[in-house]
């Protein structure tokens, strides 16, 4: 068997294995919520809660992450739109879709690729947000492929790109 093959092998043996856990309605609903929060929800609520809790100091740090969304945006729609991937739930019938998809592709996680690129930079300027981003993210991250809605090689393809981009737009600042 050839390595890629292999890989694949792996990702959707393991897509199955963490879809199950949704079968039971208390992890479906509390991986939903997560998801839903990394839409957008948790990230817009954290720069305002930075804005109140530090006002003018909050700016820059806001800015940036506004940025690095953007630039999230634009660097994830262009990969989607170039692999083209379907989703887990529509490539395999072992697979369960348990909540909506923002888009119709699944290389790479947009929401992983967010919630890494924000959690680096809000912990840059805040270090004593580290443990609960870096726990939020990988509940996010971990959502999307128990939701049936990305393969564990689409999250970790998010993730190195969300870091990628704040590693960047860190020393551009710099």
């Known amino acids: 068997m050839r390595s890629l093959d292999r890989i694949a092998a792996w990702d959707l043996a393991l897509s199955v294995r963490l879809n199950r856990v949704c079968y039971r309605v208390t992890p479906r609903l509390v991986f939903r919520c997560i998801s839903i929060a990394g839409d957008g ?10 804005l109140l809790a530090h006002r003018n100091e ?3 740090p806001v800015l940036h ?26 490539a395999h019938q072992s697979i369960q879709q348990f ?14 690729l967010h ?4 959690s680096l930079i809000a912990a840059s300027y805040y270090p004593e ?3 609960v981003l870096t726990v939020f993210s990988a509940l996010i991250a971990a959502s999307r492929v128990v939701l049936g ?18 590693l960047i737009s860190q020393s551009l600042i710099a």
């Open 65 to 90: 992450m506004i940025g690095v969304g953007l630039a999230c945006t634009v660097v994830y729609k262009w990969l989607k739109s170039r692999t083209l991937r379907p989703r887990p739930y529509q």
């Open 115 to 118: 919630a890494v690129a924000f």
């Open 58 to 60: 909050a700016v820059l």
């Open 41 to 50: 929800i948790a990230w817009y609520a954290l720069m305002a809660a930075l």
């Open 129 to 131: 947000l580290s443990a």
């Open 149 to 166: 809605l990305h393969y564990p090689s689409d999250v970790l393809a998010g993730a190195v790109i969300g870091a990628a981009i704040a």
């Open 99 to 112: 909540t909506a998809p923002l888009d119709r592709f699944s290389f790479p996680s947009g929401h992983t």
